[in-house]
Structure formats: structure tokens, C-alpha cells
């Protein structure tokens, strides 16, 4: 059974900084690309950022680049988004998803396996 755990989500004043973790089981996790996706109260769910499967190609989406940074750690079968300089906008449950595909999707539909998502709230 594949199990996608996050953490790390919270409460945050405006230019602070968060670090998510989402561990995954059930699965190679090597061979995922590995993305995040945020939803905000009353929005879709978007994009925010995608690693491939060794680390090398890494996608972000416009509003949060030069912000967050999406890294992992295969041996730990674990993916990171090191959040900084959050804005009351970031504020979000934040979710990681593994998808099998071999190249980076923005779409979530693409995305074969879904956590159940962190709180990010960030408070002006």
C-alpha cells in the first residue's frame, strides 16, 4: 500500500520560513518524480513544484521561485520543499504526490499517488 505522509506545515509570520517533508512508502521511490501542490481555501489545486526522479530536472511555478526550494533524498525515500520569505498568499494545505511518469508534469492529473496534505498558514 502506497502512503505519502507530509509534515512540517504550520503557523508562520509573513517572511518567515518552513521546511515540508513528505515520506513515502509502498513504492520505488526513485523511480516517482516527486512534485507539490498547494490548495487555498475557495481555489483549485496548483502546481507549485516537481523533481525528477535523481534530482536533476526541477520545475516551479511562477509565484513561488526564488522562494521554495524542492530537493530530495532517495536513500530516505523522503522529498522536501524548504519554504522562505512566505507571504499571507502561501497560505495553503500543501500536498506531495509521486507520479510514475518519467518526465515533469505540472498537471496534477498526471500524478499517480496523493498525500493527505499539511496546513501552511502564514499570517501578515
Known amino acids: 500500500q502506497v502512503q505519502l505522509v507530509e509534515s512540517g506545515g504550520g503557523l508562520v509570520q509573513a517572511g518567515g520560513s518552513l521546511r515540508l517533508s513528505c515520506a513515502a512508502s509502498g513504492l520505488t521511490f526513485s523511480t516517482h518524480t516527486m512534485g507539490w501542490f498547494r490548495q487555498a481555501p475557495g481555489k483549485e489545486r496548483e502546481f507549485v513544484a516537481a523533481i525528477s526522479r535523481g534530482g536533476s530536472t526541477i520545475r516551479y511555478a511562477d509565484s513561488v521561485k526564488g522562494r521554495f526550494t524542492i530537493s530530495r533524498d532517495n536513500a530516505k525515500n523522503t522529498v522536501y520543499l524548504q519554504m522562505n520569505s512566505l507571504k499571507p498568499e502561501d497560505t495553503a494545505v500543501y500536498f506531495c504526490?509521486?507520479?510514475?511518469?518519467?518526465?515533469?508534469?505540472?498537471?496534477?492529473?498526471?500524478?499517480?499517488?496523493w498525500g493527505q496534505g499539511t496546513q501552511v498558514t502564514v499570517s501578515s
Open positions: 504526490a509521486a507520479d510514475l511518469w518519467i518526465g515533469i508534469s505540472r498537471d496534477q492529473s498526471s500524478y499517480d499517488y
